[in-house]
C-alpha cells in the first residue's frame, strides 16, 4: 500500500516530464527499426522473433538508465530526500515504491510493442508459448535493470552521472559473457563470467527454455540491488 | 513534547553538534538561533530520524528517535531548509500525494487539503506546477505538506526564507496560532524571526547551546548593562584621564577608546543601570576642559549577545 503511493507519484512525475514519452517511443522505434531494416525480418522468412528479441537487452542499457537515473540523483540535489525520508515509511517500503515506479514504466513500454507480435502472427507459425517465454524473459532482465540503475542512482547525485554510470554498469554485467568468448577465454574463469552476466540467462528465455534457475537469477539480482539499496539509505543517516 | 538527550553528531572530523540537551514542551515555540554551521539542521535532522546522532539520542512524543523511528515520523511535520519540492508536479499531485504518505483518505484526505490550502492561501496556484511557483509559494506548499496531518510536533528549518514581508507577517502568525497546542521547534539566523514568534530561545554556536532562556529572560539580561557611546571634542595634545573617568560612580568600565578621522575621541562605556553613570561622564568631561558633542545610550540587545556569543572561542 505505502509502495504504491510512492510508484503512483515516481508514475506521476514521470508523465508530466517528456522523458516516459521519450523511452518509450526510443524503445519502439529502434527494437522494429532493428528488427525489420537492420536484419530484413521479411527477407528471412522465418516465423521468430528471435532477432527482434536479441536486441532488446542492449536497447535496455541505454534506457532503463534514463528511468532510473532521477529517482535518487535528483531527490538528492532537489533536497526532497529530506521530506520523503520523514514520510511514515520504512527505507524498504521506500526503495520497493521507487523500484515499482521504475519497473511499471518499463513494463507499460513493453507492453506497447505488443501489437508487433499479434500483427506479424498472422502471416506464419509463430510458437506462442516461445513469445511468452520472450515477453517474461523481457521483464526479467527489465527488472533486474531497474534495480541496478535505482541502486546506481543511490550512489549519485548528479543524475547525468547517474545515467553514465548505470549504463556502463549494465553495459558490462548484460555482456560480460560474451567477453570470455571474446578472449577466447575457458575454464572457470570463463564459466564465472557467463554465470554473472545477464545475456546467457536471458538467452535461454529467448530461445524458449524456460529454465526456473534463469528466473530465479534475476530474480535474486533484483532482490540483491534493491537491498543494497536500501542499505545506502541507512548508512546515509550514520554519514 | 520533544526532548533531546546529550546529542552529539560529528561528520568525520567535524563535531556539528556537541552535547546538546533541551525539552519543548507542547503548546511551546522554540527558536534555534545560530550562524550558519551552528549545528541547527543537523539537530533538526536528527530529531527527525533523517540522520543518526553520533551519540544521545532523542525523544518525540515519547518515542525515541533511535528505536522507533516510523512512531517519530507519524507524530511530527518537518519543513526543511529552503522546501524542496517535486518540481514535476502540481502543489494539487503534491499535496495529493502528502497525504496518501501520511495515510489520510476520503473525507478525511479532503478536509485536510482543504484546511492546509485555507491556512497556508495556497488556492490561487492549487493546480499550477510547482516549478512555475514563486518562492513565497513555494515556501507556503512546504509547509503545507508538514502540516497536512495536523501533527503535534513541527519543525521548520528556516520557514520563513525567500518571503515578502508581508508574507513573513502572516507565516508567522500561523505559526504563533499553531504553537498554542503544538511543540514547535524553528531556526532561524535572522533574530527578529525569533524575537517575534518564540517562547524561548537557544543560542548555538559551534554545535553547543552557548545561550538559553526565554524572551523575558533575555530582556533581563539585556537591561543588566547600559552601553554609553561618547563622542568628545578634545583640546589637542591634553591627556586624557581614564582613571578618573573610571572611577566615576555608576561608570563601570571602559569598552573601547578611539580617535575619529576629525579629531575627535570616540569610546563606549559600559554603565550601572540608573545610577547617574551619564551625569558623572558629563561632569567629567566638563572637568577636563573637554565639550562632549554626541552621548548615546545603547542598549545591549539579542544582536549583541548573540554577536558576541557565537564569536569564534567565545565563553561557554
Redesign the interface.
Known amino acids: 500500500m505505502k509502495t504504491l503511493v510512492i510508484a503512483r507519484r515516481e508514475l506521476r512525475a514521470a508523465v508530466n516530464s517528456p522523458i516516459a514519452i521519450i523511452v518509450a517511443v526510443a524503445y519502439l522505434v529502434f527494437t522494429s527499426a532493428w528488427l525489420f531494416f537492420r536484419n530484413q525480418f521479411f527477407a528471412r522468412n522465418e516465423a521468430s522473433l528471435e532477432i527482434y528479441f536479441q536486441i532488446i537487452p542492449v536497447v535496455f542499457v541505454f534506457l532503463i538508465p534514463a528511468l532510473t537515473m532521477r529517482s535518487w540523483a535528483e531527490e538528492k540535489r532537489m533536497g526532497t530526500l529530506e521530506v520523503l525520508l520523514t514520510l511514515p515509511f520504512r527505507e524498504s517500503q521506500v526503495v520497493m515504491g521507487k523500484f515499482w515506479g521504475a519497473f511499471g514504466l518499463l513494463a507499460a513500454v513493453v507492453v506497447l510493442s505488443i501489437p508487433l507480435p499479434v500483427t506479424l502472427s498472422r502471416l506464419g507459425a509463430f510458437d506462442p508459448g516461445q513469445i511468452i517465454g520472450q515477453y517474461i524473459g523481457v521483464l526479467l532482465i527489465g527488472a533486474a535493470g531497474c534495480a541496478v540503475g535505482l541502486f546506481v542512482s543511490s550512489l549519485c547525485k548528479n543524475q547525468v552521472a547517474a545515467y553514465i554510470l548505470s549504463g556502463l554498469t549494465l553495459l558490462t554485467v548484460t555482456l560480460l559473457g560474451s567477453l570470455g568468448q571474446l578472449l577466447s577465454l575457458s575454464g572457470w574463469f570463463s564459466r564465472v563470467l557467463t554465470f554473472i552476466s545477464f545475456m546467457p540467462h536471458y538467452e535461454s528465455w529467448n530461445r524458449g527454455i524456460i529454465d526456473t534457475r534463469d528466473a530465479l537469477y534475476f530474480l535474486l539480482v533484483t532482490a540483491l540491488f534493491l537491498y543494497l539499496n536500501a542499505r545506502a539509505l541507512v548508512a546515509r543517516k550514520s554519514a | 513534547m520533544i526532548e533531546a538527550l546529550n546529542l552529539s553528531k560529528r561528520?568525520g572530523s567535524l563535531e556539528a553538534v556537541r552535547d546538546v540537551s533541551f525539552t519543548v514542551a507542547s503548546g511551546e515555540i522554540v527558536g534555534l538561533l545560530g550562524p550558519n554551521g551552528a549545528g541547527k539542521t543537523t539537530i533538526m535532522?536528527i530529531l527527525?530520524?533523517?540522520?543518526?546522532p553520533t551519540r544521545g539520542t532523542a525523544r518525540i512524543d515519547g518515542h525515541d528517535v533511535l528505536d522507533d523511528p516510523?512512531a517519530v515520523?507519524?507524530c511530527?511535520g518537518?519543513l526543511?531548509?529552503?522546501a524542496?519540492?517535486?518540481?514535476?508536479?502540481t502543489v494539487h499531485?503534491y499535496l495529493d500525494?502528502?497525504a496518501?504518505?501520511?495515510?489520510l483518505a476520503g473525507t478525511a484526505k479532503k478536509s485536510a487539503l482543504e484546511r492546509v490550502t485555507d491556512e497556508c492561501g495556497l488556492s490561487p496556484v492549487f493546480h499550477r506546477?510547482i516549478e512555475e511557483l514563486s518562492k513565497g509559494y513555494r515556501q507556503r506548499t512546504?509547509l503545507a505538506?508538514a502540516l497536512i496531518h495536523d501533527p503535534r510536533i513541527l519543525i521548520l528549518d528556516e520557514p520563513t526564507t525567500g518571503l515578502d514581508p508581508h508574507q513573513i507577517v502572516e507565516i508567522r502568525e500561523l505559526i504563533l496560532r499553531l504553537g498554542k497546542e503544538k511543540s514547535v521547534i524553528l531556526s532561524s539566523h535572522i533574530l527578529q524571526e525569533v524575537e517575534a514568534t518564540c517562547q524561548r530561545v537557544f543560542i548555538l554556536n559551534e554545535g553547543r547551546i552557548v545561550a538559553q532562556g526565554t524572551r523575558e529572560e533575555m530582556e533581563r539580561g539585556m537591561r543588566g548593562e547600559v552601553l554609553l557611546d561618547v563622542t568628545m571634542k578634545t583640546s589637542r595634545g591634553s591627556p586624557v584621564d581614564i582613571k578618573t573617568l573610571e572611577s566615576s560612580v555608576g561608570v563601570e568600565k571602559l569598552v573601547s577608546f578611539t580617535t575619529d578621522s576629525r579629531g575627535m575621541i570616540v569610546m563606549r562605556l559600559s554603565l550601572t543601570p540608573n545610577a547617574g553613570g551619564e551625569e558623572a561622564v558629563f561632569d567629567w568631561a566638563v572637568a577636563a576642559g573637554m565639550k562632549i558633542v554626541s552621548m548615546v545610550p545603547q542598549r545591549l540587545s539579542l544582536e549583541d549577545i548573540f554577536l558576541s556569543l557565537t564569536k569564534t572561542g567565545a565563553p561557554q
Open positions: 561528520y535532522k527527525t530520524c533523517s540522520l543518526f516510523l515520523k507519524e511530527l518537518y526543511p531548509e529552503n524542496p519540492l517535486y518540481t514535476d508536479l499531485e500525494f502528502i496518501d504518505a501520511r495515510g506546477g512546504g505538506q
